[in-house]
């Protein structure tokens, strides 16, 4: 009985003695983030384009872990989505509305708190946030966009950040998977657990692929939107005009129809009298601001150019899946899949001929909606899906909690680690989100400003126009060079509203439809009190706030 009770301490002893001295392994976290990769171009995400494949690995990837088919961009552009996700704050807390914002390491809150919580930081790829990416441990980073080819890489060392320069040889999906693999094996220490953001720069524009992808698709016709060629009632006069008298002039487009920029021009530059005949928007004449039309040649014109624009996109987004398995690969061969978090996103959506348009910046679904989906077997269950609304100020507090953390109360976003782990959606979550362009008919693709609400039923968007002119000052204007310098064509302020159960595909503007008068003013208080919590209101920008005032019951 003795020796009984003597085995059965020592044996407790012992157990408690392997507790303490081999705690639980924090996980590691990899945060892969591509730009402007969109939903559009993924298997999971069911769109027009997921019978030709264009993401296995991604997908793969998704259905092991939980997907997101309500995750919002903040605004619909590089910088400062970036700039929310490494914050967990809005533009107008973070300070960056517009591209040339930037975050200094004192701001850089995401790797600080990871830091915090014993993980080592490492950055690699695109970060695009201008200053040095100082409070991560470990980075090597391309200088602003970077090139797609042969890309040069900053990294920390003796000289200014600027100058410490790495040449590669190669298209950029590679070298920037071969420097997350080199971080992996060489860098890091392997004592700790690592957080880890991998930016690749595709698939953005220009859309160079890798020389090996110029056969893929190349004899495939690749599925067109309707809206490519029919516009029907979507949008309102901020983005079409009075009697559709702007649509020369608003949204660069596939087709000719954008005199200022269009993805013809883009394609084939050299051939483009159109731009240089408008190269910029003044020099356009008021007799060739002709109603559009797309008569039987442009649509031919229009369908060769849209082929042409989504086989190179796919071929850069078939870089990135392929990418993708080299590092699956490698981790599995080193046992690290299964103790690390694995995150997947773009930076934003992007348009794929919808309504005509290319680039992103829109409010519209497809520019707004971020993919988003996370593998993490042993919290998260495979084949999960949630329509909960997240936004990407819910990214950094939702690694925090990840990584054993608490949101700090500086971050205006929200941590949706129960939601991954139990695939309910409390009570409580934000049933909308809030959005915000600033940069007024910018770089060309000629997208009005506005700012709107989105639940999971309605979207809301406001466009306040640009060049609003304020009889107490007839010379004031509001604008930064980067939010736009046509002086020569204002938009008018106007609302759109899509009902987005009956019309997903945002084909009907139903803002003067009696029928929707009430949720319409209910949207509206409740974008009052998103933008005054969020701290998104324009207290800083009263012009702004005179315009939208004297519209807000239009
Ligand atoms: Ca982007």
Redesign the pocket.
């Given at each position: 009985m003795l020796l009984y009770a003597l085995f059965l301490s020592v044996l407790f002893y012992s157990c408690k003695e392997k507790e303490t001295t081999t705690p639980q392994k924090k996980p590691n976290i990899i945060y892969i983030m591509s730009?402007?990769h969109t939903t559009q171009a993924f298997g999971i995400y069911g769109s027009r384009l997921a019978g030709l494949n264009p993401t296995p690995n991604l997908d793969q990837l998704a259905k092991e872990g939980m997907i997101f088919d309500n995750a919002f961009v903040n605004n619909a552009?590089?910088v400062p989505?970036r700039a929310a996700i490494i914050t967990g704050q809005r533009a107008q807390t973070n300070g960056v509305i517009d591209l040339e914002g930037a975050i200094a390491p004192e701001k850089q809150f995401l790797p600080k708190e990871m830091k915090k919580l014993g993980y080592q930081t490492a950055i690699i790829g695109k970060w695009h946030l201008h200053h040095e990416p100082a409070a991560f441990d470990y980075y090597q980073v391309l200088p602003v966009q970077g090139t797609y080819f042969d890309p040069d890489f900053r990294i920390r060392g003796d000289k200014p950040w600027t100058e410490n320069i790495v040449k590669t040889k190669g298209h950029s999906s590679d070298r920037i998977m071969d420097a997350t693999l080199n971080y992996l094996k060489n860098k890091r220490d392997k004592d700790k657990p690592f957080f880890l953001m991998h930016h690749f720069k595709a698939p953005?524009d220009d859309f160079e692929y890798a020389p090996r992808y110029e056969n893929y698709l190349a004899d495939t016709f690749i599925p067109e939107p309707k809206s490519l060629y029919e516009i029907g009632n979507h949008g309102s006069e901020a983005v079409r005009g009075k009697n559709d008298s702007l649509t020369r002039i608003i949204g660069s487009s596939v087709s000719h129809r954008n005199l200022i920029r269009n993805q013809a021009m883009n394609i084939y530059w050299n051939d483009s009298t159109v731009y240089k005949k408008y190269r910029n928007a003044n020099d356009i004449g008021q007799d060739e601001l002709v109603k559009w039309q797309m008569d039987t040649t442009e649509k031919a014109y229009t369908s060769k150019v849209y082929q042409d624009y989504l086989k190179k996109y796919l071929r850069c987004v078939k870089g990135v899946d392929d990418n993708i398995k080299r590092l699956l690969d490698y981790l599995k061969t080193e046992g690290l899949l299964e103790n690390t978090i694995i995150v997947y996103t773009?930076?934003?959506g992007f348009m794929l001929g919808e309504h005509d348009y290319i680039d992103?910046r829109w409010m519209y679904d497809e520019a707004m909606r971020m993919p988003f989906f996370v593998r993490y077997p042993k919290t998260i269950k495979a084949g999960t899906r949630t329509d909960a609304i997240i936004n990407n100020t819910d990214f950094a507090p939702t690694l925090i909690e990840l990584a054993g953390g608490q949101t700090p109360e500086y971050m205006q976003g929200k941590s949706f680690k129960n939601i991954l782990e139990t695939g309910i959606e409390p009570e409580n979550w934000p049933k909308a989100t809030y959005y915000r362009y600033w940069m007024h008919l910018a770089h060309r693709h000629q997208n009005p400003a506005h700012f709107g609400i989105r639940t999971k039923d309605y979207k809301l968007i406001f466009y306040y126009g640009k060049y609003w002119v304020d009889t107490d000052n007839p010379n004031a204007t509001w604008n930064k060079k980067s939010w736009g310098n046509d002086f020569t064509h204002h938009t008018p302020p106007a609302w759109e509203f899509y009902d987005l159960k009956k019309d997903p595909k945002e084909m009907n503007n139903a803002y003067d439809d009696p029928e929707n008068k009430a949720i319409i003013s209910d949207l509206k208080t409740q974008l009052v009190q998103l933008r005054k919590n969020l701290n998104e209101t324009d207290v800083n920008y009263p012009h702004i706030q005179k315009v939208i005032d004297a519209h807000w019951n239009d």
């Open positions: 730009d402007d552009i590089c989505s953005h773009g930076d934003q992103k």
